[in-house]
């Protein structure tokens, strides 16, 4: 049987926040996007303003409503990066299959070290104090035998805990905790669960698996697995190359858009930023574009759309991202945010058609490719687009990287 | 007990390897304060504002004293006990 620990960071954002400033320990602390750009969203609270009811994703104006005197504070997404890397390596210290899910979340297979270290248990407390005196952040931990079953167990406890999950006690602690809480029971799941009557992972574990495979496909067959504990799915190691299935970004604008002309430096920008992204990761160019927005209402709208040749240039991304918008977009109401991603990746080697024109394409690739160097060398914003350059906001914008920071959300200095 | 951050001169050695040492503190009196001997260093958290600095536990003085190093700006710092009852102190 494998020992599988998941360690979760406690309000992760926040938690970093406190250590720049311990001060406000005994306040509530949300971390919060912009709301000068309009990012002003709650992304990460602490334990006193959650208790005020605080959630995440809810806007500043809600949240401060429910919790008068909450600190705001601005994300500095630098600091978390350099936390949780540092958190990592104290995992590493147990094992090399370290597998992160997100930035604040991470598996590990301890099983070659147990006997070494004392037991899952042992070393999930070794590796909880280890984190909290070093680093000043707490996590909680859950020990299993399965994936599953350690997530469950990291969010039992909180914070700064160890839960653990064995044969013997899981039909009494993880049976009857709502079907919700299991890895990969999003909404819909969850509602077409509750209409079989299924309300607890212990109902699912004990549902008709042939009903609920003819209700949900092959899920259903494998969420009931994982109910019974029955995931063998491994934790990659840490050098393991993780499959990457699609590069996106996404931003809200900071004003509202009211034309597709108004639009269409902003899909520039994204697929500019994906382009890159997508040029160095190394799997090829990409056949898919999505293109999604949303109004001012919070309506989202979406389509995809093949590219008649597999792309990695901005231009032909932002091509295809601004003809589907087009299509998709029914300019009832201003645009507030855009996101462009592109999927389905050739892999390193091409397949040139006959039908294209070749030179071109290679011409357009070698100045990517020279645009991208300056960028490495320069800075992002060394050379730019003409039709970029017409938006302050945009111009100022830093492309590359998983998020496009705008100035306004620009990382404070530390102290 | 309430604490603030000092930040402080150092005299440090750097090996050929790029490991430091802490050879002195440069007081803000302009008193030069020599380390006697660095006792264990790890990272660890403070107990005043700083994300993940390294912590020198020395002899200075006869006594284990505290010093903080802060790789993101390169700077110490010390943790000062701060007294309520002077006000010259918490009006920094």
Known sequence: ?415 | MEYEKRYVGMQVRFDESGKMTPLAVLWEDGRTIPVDRVISFGRAAARVGSVMPVRYVCMIGGRERELYYESACRRWFVEMKRREDDPAQRSE
């Open chain 1, 1 to 415: 049987m494998r020992t599988i620990l998941h360690s979760d960071l406690n309000n992760f954002y926040a938690s970093v926040e406190l250590l720049k400033r311990p001060e406000l320990k005994g306040s509530p602390v949300a971390v919060c996007g912009s709301v000068e750009n309009r990012h002003g969203i709650v992304l990460a609270k602490n334990m006193i303003a959650k208790a005020a009811g605080v959630k995440t994703g809810e806007t500043v104006w809600q949240a401060e409503r429910k919790c008068p005197g909450l600190v705001r504070l601005p994300v500095d997404f630098p600091s978390y990066h350099r936390v949780s890397a540092r958190v990592r390596q104290i995992y590493q210290r147990y094992t090399d299959r370290v597998e992160p899910f997100g930035i604040d979340e991470c598996w590990l297979d301890v099983t070659e070290s147990v006997r070494l270290f004392g037991g899952g248990t042992a070393i999930a407390e070794e590796i909880r104090a280890a984190v909290k005196a070093e680093i000043g952040v707490t996590v909680s931990v859950g020990v299993s035998w399965n994936k599953v079953f350690a997530k469950l167990g990291s969010d039992m406890k909180k914070p700064d805990a160890v839960t653990c999950i064995t044969p013997e006690n899981y039909q009494n602690t993880v049976w009857p905790l709502s079907v919700g809480e299991l890895l990969y029971v999003g909404k819909a799941t969850l509602q077409k669960l509750n209409k079989l009557g299924v309300r607890t992972i212990g109902d699912l574990a004990r549902a008709d698996r042939a009903l609920l495979a003819a209700k949900l496909g092959k899920w259903g067959n494998a969420l009931c697995a994982y109910a019974n504990g029955e995931d063998d799915s491994p934790v990659a190691r840490v050098d393991e190359e993780r499959e990457i299935k699609s590069i996106g970004n996404s931003l809200t604008y900071h004003r509202d858009l009211v034309d597709n002309d108004d639009v269409y430096p902003l899909l520039l920008l994204l697929s500019e930023s994906v382009a890159a992204r997508l040029r160095e990761s190394g799997v090829g160019k990409a056949r898919t574009v999505h293109v999604s927005a949303t109004d001012n209402k919070l309506r989202r709208y979406g389509k995809q759309g093949r590219l008649t040749e597999p792309a990695s240039s901005a231009s032909e991304i932002a091509a295809l991202a601004f003809s589907l918008f087009k299509e998709v977009y029914p300019w009832s109401d201003p645009v507030r945010a855009a996101g462009v991603s592109v999927s389905d990746f050739t892999g390193k080697t091409e397949q040139m058609s006959i039908f294209s024109d070749v030179v071109e394409g290679r011409k357009g690739e070698k100045m990517d490719r020279a645009v991208d160097g300056l960028r490495k060398k320069y800075g992002s914003r060394i050379i730019q687009r003409a039709t970029i350059l017409q938006d302050d906001k945009l111009k100022k914008a830093e492309i590359g990287g998983a998020h496009i920071n705008t100035p306004a959300e620009e990382p404070p200095e530390e102290d």
